[in-house]
């Protein structure tokens, strides 16, 4: 499979770094902690990991408010331990991706402390500083995604700052040459010591409207609804000169050999497809995410494979995300059946998967308890916002009470349930033996990496579709309901099962019966 980068063969896997392995007991995830447990994310049989934000933090938002953009934040570790988590993952054949988090920094940063001192500091125009409207009220009407205005007031120069996050996260402003320059170098400091490539957070916000114009009202609002959906984004997000920003990110990339550029964009498809670029000169992989809050319909889902396959330009490699530290676990969001049935889905579909630590042993949400609250954006949208605490509860690794082998101190979010890798790792029906399966499957056969995706159709619950490359052909069929169902096939050999370890059983032409919440894979 030479021809294809190894992010296109190759799974990914997320880690939340704070919920992953803890090693000293102060209850919080840290870079000795992953280095432990490389070798279980090897063996699952995943090819790279993306650790979220590692950087030094004041942790307003667990690192996404970034105050040094080269170094690391002593909760995590140190930078020589990172660069030795880095070699270990090499040796292990893992790549490592981290999280860039251009879009704005920490108010603690000095670049900000630098910006906010005087209206004629050299940084001043690093950040986005506007004057009061004419009844001293913000100068537009854009509004934060945590809540209430985005601009926020400033005593020390009498004017205001943009936030489109917290009042912590003041946004960088991409139009200053010097600024661009920065961000260059900050790549480069990573990427010199061999990093493998970024996700860049939120990459359709980097730019906002040169003239600061009011975002119209959103008609399709409704109470109770995030704050900012009362308006539509028009001039905070996926404006036209972003695409040149991500342009001059992937040239930076493309100087370091095969490096990957990914970014976090939750747009449409028709918006989704441009960040590619015009000849696929952006992103390598936009991030598609429409299966995160698709409704789990085998006619919805078949409709929504069918367009992006269509959408995608051919010099563009699509992707799949299934879960992430910003929505709800895929288990809670499906059942743990039909969680089983996504797995599948994931594993099967053209394009690179990304997995979200955890979901391989099926964890689900964590209750939160009202005074056990972490995340900032429900902390400050109480009732509105649905907090992201649930899907960031610790890594469960054995059964052991109350820490499940993540800490043995306490850990900074509840354990969510007591199933773990320990209890699932001998079990063949397990969740996570599903999952190497899966994963194990993907290596050895080419159709799944760098096979077409041809006839997605549904039948009922039933959504089915192939995979070929040459003569190989699989067929994939994904039992969305909670009834038996039948399925017409070619005749074949069974390869696997979500429901029974059973393999090599044959598939008759015509009809073949699916257990419910069955998927299988046949090579036909
Ligand atoms: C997207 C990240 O995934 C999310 O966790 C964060 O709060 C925002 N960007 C702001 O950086
Ligand atoms: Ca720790």
Redesign the pocket.
Known sequence: MSELAWWQRGVIYQIYPRSFQ???G?G???LR?IGTRLEYVAALGADAVWISPICPSPMADFGYDVADYCNIDPIFGTLDEFKQLMGHAHRLRLKVLLDFVPNHSSNRHPWFEQSRSSRDNPKRDWYLWRDPAPDGGPPNNWLSRMGGSAWEWDEVTGQYYYHAFLREQPDLNWRSPQLRRAMDHVLRFWLDLGVDGFRVDVVWLLIKDAQFRDNPPNPAYRPGEPDHHRLLQSYTEDQPEVHEIVRSMRATLDEYGERVLIGEIYLTVPQLVKYYGVNGEGAHMPFNFQLLNARWNANEIAGMIRDYDIALPEYAWPNWVLGNHDNPRVASRVGAAQARVAAVLLLTLRGTPTLYYGDEIGMTDGDIAPDEVQDPAELRQPGICQGRDPERTPMQWDGSLPNAGFTDGKPWLPIATSTSVREQDGDMSSMLSLYRRLLGLRRSNAALVRGTIENVVAYGDVLTYERRYGNERLFIALNMGVEEATVQSRPGLLLLSTVSTRSGENFVQGANLLAASEAVIVVV
């Open positions: 803890d090693s000293n102060d919080i995830g840290d902690g």
